[in-house]
């Protein structure tokens, strides 16, 4: 199915769980493939450390999100072979404002 999707493709329709949307998405922007690489930066954190990045009642979920308020000390804590892991988030986590990689 996503081959047939352009990579321009932009919609503003709010799907999923708030602690795995992308801060445009939450303040209800245009967002595009950009907004899944946010998810799976989400994943990844879980994966690694156990617990999601970004948790709390609603509120502060979005304003966590929205500004990108996770803690990246405990990525450090993990073994050396997940070093491009812990990269790889913290590159997105800082995406919500640049968006490049």
Known sequence: MTAHCAL??????????VHFMAPEV???????????MWSAGVILYLLLCGHLPFDGPRE??????????????ILELLPAQT??????ICKIKHWGTSRSL
Not at 26 to 36: E, F, G
């Open 60 to 73: 502060q979920l979005c304003e966590s999100v929205c500004q990108g308020a996770f803690d990246v000390c």
């Open 83 to 88: 070093v491009s892991a812990v990269s790889f």
């Open 26 to 36: 939450l303040l209800r922007q245009s967002y595009s493939r950009a907004a899944d």
């Open 8 to 17: 321009s493709v932009h919609s503003l329709e709010q799907v999923g769980s």
